[in-house]
């Protein structure tokens, strides 16, 4: 599909298979746009991705995602996020392996409060040229990675970021 846009509440439902083996992929050759929605999965691995290589790519906006298991966001160009919500390994066996967020952007990702959870949650990983983070709680009992093209780490610049660089401001861990 040229775009995708979900708005309102979508459920996909994987009835007869719970285990890590399987995953649905959600994407469009152009922008995807998650607003005012609850989405969610309860299979074991969700990825949503975009194709567009503009500041416009992705958009996840007032809204929840709930996996399974672990769950996988990327975008060719900007991933922007405001007030959204990751819920992950809601489909977990009690022997199954911890689940991770994987949130990529080929150039930016700009997030406006962003709050985690999940039971079994491991690691938050997010990647882009630029990571501009405000208003997020990672959790405390994650390991959260963040790679930008730099490696240099800013605080309190995210109305003045600094490109190449993970700026932060009032994010805790």
């Known amino acids: 599909a040229k775009d995708l846009t979900v708005i309102g509440d979508v459920q996909f439902t994987n009835d007869d298979n ?3 083996d399987n995953a649905l992929a959600i994407g469009a050759a152009d922008n995807v746009m998650i607003s005012n929605a609850n989405l969610s999965y309860d299979g074991a691995n969700l990825a949503i991705g975009s194709g567009d290589q503009t500041a416009d ?3 996840l906006a007032n809204t929840s995602i709930k996996a399974g298991g672990n769950l996988a966001v ?3 160009g900007t991933l922007n996020i405001s007030s959204a ?5 809601q489909a977990n066996q009690p022997n199954s ?3 991770n967020v994987y949130l990529y952007a080929n150039d930016l990702i700009q997030a406006n ?3 985690f959870s999940g039971s079994k949650l491991d690691d938050v990983y997010m990647e882009a040229i630029t ?4 208003n997020i709680e990672f959790p405390a009992t994650s390991d959260v990675l963040l790679r930008s093209r730099d490696g240099s780490l800013h ?9 190449g660089g993970v700026n932060m401001t009032d994010v805790k861990h």
């Open 57 to 59: 790519s992705m958009w």
């Open 97 to 99: 392996d911890p689940d």
């Open 113 to 115: 409060g962003l709050s």
């Open 155 to 163: 605080f309190d610049t995210y109305s003045t970021p600094v490109v």
């Open 131 to 134: 990571l501009n983070l405000r």
């Open 85 to 89: 919500e990751i819920l992950v390994g």
């Open 18 to 20: 719970k285990a890590e």
């Open 74 to 76: 990327g975008s060719l």
